[in-house]
């Protein structure tokens, strides 16, 4: 039985402060592999406010090319419709029935996890990985989430990532303002944005 990492995103670029986070995840939880998986459309965008599902794909997997323990899953990018994290865990428990799922994610994701369509069944289909800042108090949060969990303290887990400052949202606006994005995500990532004439208007 392995134990499999996801980290969803939008990916909208990927960028340091994903990466950063699946290694550390991956380090401190013994995950044997970390599976990105793009979104399709998220709930909470809208179509024309997200880049092009291909694009976000192909420059996740430029982005983990060297990590031999990261791979990129296309089961949301090809999923019709919108994309909600409940099927996302269905697909990923069917494509992998004998592994322990761990989800990844942004710490004050979690706190919204519990506003996601069918909330209640995630923690019955993987363990949450929440990722904070150095210095987050965790034990507010951990309190918050045992209180709504109760009967599952012990799916809830947190990590420390010191990248946590970077966005894709100020990334897309350094794009727009012709402002640096190097050192923020991988070198070959800022060329297949440049070299596609990705966030140069409009949305932020
Ligand atoms: P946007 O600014 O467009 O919302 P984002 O940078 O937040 O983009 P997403 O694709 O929305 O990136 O995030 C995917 C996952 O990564 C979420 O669980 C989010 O909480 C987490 N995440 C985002 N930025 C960081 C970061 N700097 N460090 C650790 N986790 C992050
Ligand atoms: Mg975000």
Request: net charge negative; hydrophobic share 40%; with cysteine.
């Amino acid at each position: 039985m392995a134990r499999l990492g996801i980290m969803g995103g939008t990916f909208d670029p990927i960028h340091y402060g994903h990466l950063m986070t699946a290694e550390e995840a991956r380090e401190r939880f013994g995950l044997d592999k970390v599976l990105f998986v793009p979104s399709g459309h998220p709930p909470h965008k809208k179509l024309t406010d997200v880049s092009d599902a291909e694009h976000r794909y192909l420059m996740t997997v430029l982005a983990t090319l060297s990590n031999p323990a990261f791979e990129v899953s296309r089961v949301d990018v090809d999923r019709e419709g919108i994309t909600y994290t409940v099927d996302t865990l269905r697909d990923l428990h069917r494509l992998y029935p004998d592994d322990e799922l761990y989800f990844i994610t942004g710490a004050d994701a979690v706190l919204e996890i519990i506003t996601w369509k069918d909330a209640h069944r995630l923690v019955e289909l993987c363990d949450f990985i929440a990722a904070t800042r150095p210095g987050y108090p965790i034990d507010a949060l951990e309190e918050k989430l045992g209180a709504l969990y109760t009967d599952c303290r012990e799916c809830f887990h947190f990590v420390e990532v010191p990248a946590l400052a970077i966005s894709s949202t100020d990334i897309r606006a350094r794009v727009r303002e012709g402002r640096p994005i190097r050192y923020l995500l991988p070198e070959s990532v800022v060329y297949y944005i440049e070299k596609n004439g990705l966030y140069l208007e409009g949305r932020k």
